[in-house]
């Protein structure tokens, strides 16, 4: 067996082991890229989010303080105890929801939509949630 014949027979056989070790290789790298930009759409995601909590926890207290000094200040006003009924909390309610609806962006709303769901269920709970707040902070003020 001469030289060339030997180094055809070894190139007809580490060919291939090289072809299949590089197929290998190519194959963790794509892997590898596809795990890194996963990781970047979940970072993007994330921070996505928290922009759109951070907008609608602001744009929720400016919705719950319009209501009530407009709206709420006016139906207490002209009732007897200076209590809403129950009609009169929902009306209020619904104004501070279509307040947030008009105030928020539409990417801010698009995002939360996508991660909480139906947005109205949320956002219900949501202003009743600040609302809350918004009394106790009025309370601790007084109390101050």
Known sequence: MTLSA???ELTEVVLPVFALFLVVLIG???ALLRKKIEEIDNEIARRSLSAALVEAESV???AIRATNQVLVDELRSRS????LTK???HEAMGVATDYF???VTSDSMRILEASLGPIQ???EGFLEAK???EKRAVIDYSIH
Not at 80 to 83: H, N, T, V, W
């Open 6 to 8: 030997f180094a055809l």
């Open 28 to 30: 963790y790298g794509v």
């Open 60 to 62: 929720g207290t400016d």
């Open 80 to 83: 007897e105890d200076g209590k």
């Open 87 to 89: 009609d009169e909390a």
């Open 101 to 103: 609806v008009r105030h």
């Open 121 to 123: 269920e949320w956002l």
């Open 131 to 133: 609302l809350s707040a």
